[in-house]
């Protein structure tokens, strides 16, 4: 194999698919970017099992073939070569990377047992524009879980019906759902999509227009461009969000979203080494007041509400509500409560597509 191409370009190919490389594997080759020099262009490929990504860049093939380099290497490797033309060739076991007047060798493994990737995936797809796929990943992805007790949690749950799409995520402690429109779909779908694959989805992205996004027998293709992502998708039964989102509240406030964010950041700062995080509202006629202690102090801050029903005292994690109230998107948000032992909702005042539920944190003294 011989080809030579800019190195702007094959740096910002290689940073797009190393991300889909594994990290600490029991399968070297898991670990590689796969290179292959066929006609006009360099194809690069990783994989990790559950999530692919390849993308082809221009290039002068002098030498047709295909590689493996150890991906993290490599990547961090050419990102220092951006300003230069780079020649790679391969003989023997080795890969020779020429530019400027330097020369520089790595290591390299056959690419004959590389995992295939397969991009045959084109049963069913809906339709989406760039800004409200985007909005709806920002949305929902953060409240995914992140350990391996219940993989599914781990995804978002896509719902396509009736011209939208509803996504929902939750970790156990927090839930967020979101529902956006369709342009296109050419059926109903339920599948469950890792929170990863979605957040590597959402950078590849482009600034505007529409996306197309197919799904065939657990795996899902999204083509932007020169770059091509698959991923499996996770089985099993997704929680019923219908189950969960209480439908009456017997306490609904409505306040200035910056300056609640503002006092719960403060708030936070010294209960951040705490393990829950724990701050406390206080909720009475026209005032929340957000309160924290710990061994380093303690911060007792009232903010202006419009408050209708029971006053309330409710202890939570300070990360979940900070995140919560910073991804909604209105200047004005609505807290609702029934008690200080039952879940609660943030909504955006006026447009209620976002929710996020978060369950409190149980005290001595917070009833």
């Known amino acids: 194999m011989k080809a030579v191409c800019e190195g702007i370009n094959l740096s910002e190919a290689v940073l797009k698919v190393v991300k889909a490389c594994a990290v600490r594997t029991t399968v070297p080759l898991l670990e590689c970017i796969k290179i292959s020099a066929v006609n006009d262009g360099i194809t690069l490929s990783a994989t990790d099992g559950e999530i692919s990504i390849q993308k082809t860049v221009k290039a002068e093939v002098y030498e047709e073939g295909e590689t493996c380099v150890p991906g993290r290497y490599f990547a961090d490797f050419i990102k220092k070569l951006e300003g230069v033309q780079i020649t790679l060739s391969v003989e023997g076991g080795r890969m020779e990377i020429n530019y400027a007047d330097s020369q520089s060798f790595l290591q390299v493994l056959s690419a004959e047992d590389f995992p295939k990737i397969s991009t045959d995936i084109s049963e069913n797809s809906f339709t989406m524009k760039v800004e409200d796929l985007k909005k709806v990943i920002t949305a929902t992805s953060f409240c995914c879980a992140t350990d391996d007790s219940r993989p599914n949690l781990k995804g978002c749950q896509f719902v396509i019906s009736g011209g939208k799409v509803c996504v ?15 342009s ?32 065939q027998r657990g795996m899902i293709l999204v083509s932007v461009e020169d770059t091509v992502l698959t991923s499996r998708l996770y089985g099993g039964e997704f929680i019923k969000k219908e189950n969960i989102i209480p439908k009456n509240f017997s306490t609904v406030v409505t306040v200035d979203k910056a300056a609640l964010k503002s006092s719960i950041e403060r708030a936070a700062i010294l209960v951040r080494s705490d393990k829950n995080s724990l701050i406390i509202f206080d909720i009475s006629a026209g005032t929340i007041e957000i309160s924290s202690n710990s061994e380093i102090g303690n911060v007792q801050e ?22 919560a109230v910073g ?13 200080h032992v039952q879940p609660f909702i943030c909504t955006n005042a006026e447009n209620k597509d976002v929710l996020y539920l978060i369950l409190p944190v149980r005290t001595a003294n917070n009833a």
């Open 168 to 182: 929902t995520a939750l970790d156990g402690f927090r839930l967020a759902t979101i529902t956006a429109p369709v």
């Open 184 to 215: 296109a779909s050419t059926a109903d779908m339920d599948i469950i999509c890792p929170a990863r694959t979605l957040n590597e989805i959402e950078k590849m992205l482009p600034a505007e227009g529409e996306t197309q996004i197919f799904v």
């Open 302 to 323: 009232p903010v202006k509400a419009d408050v209708e029903g029971h006053d309330i005292r409710i202890a939570m994690n300070s990360k979940f509500i900070t995140e």
């Open 327 to 339: 991804a909604l998107e209105e200047e004005r948000i609505t807290l609702s409560f029934n008690s």
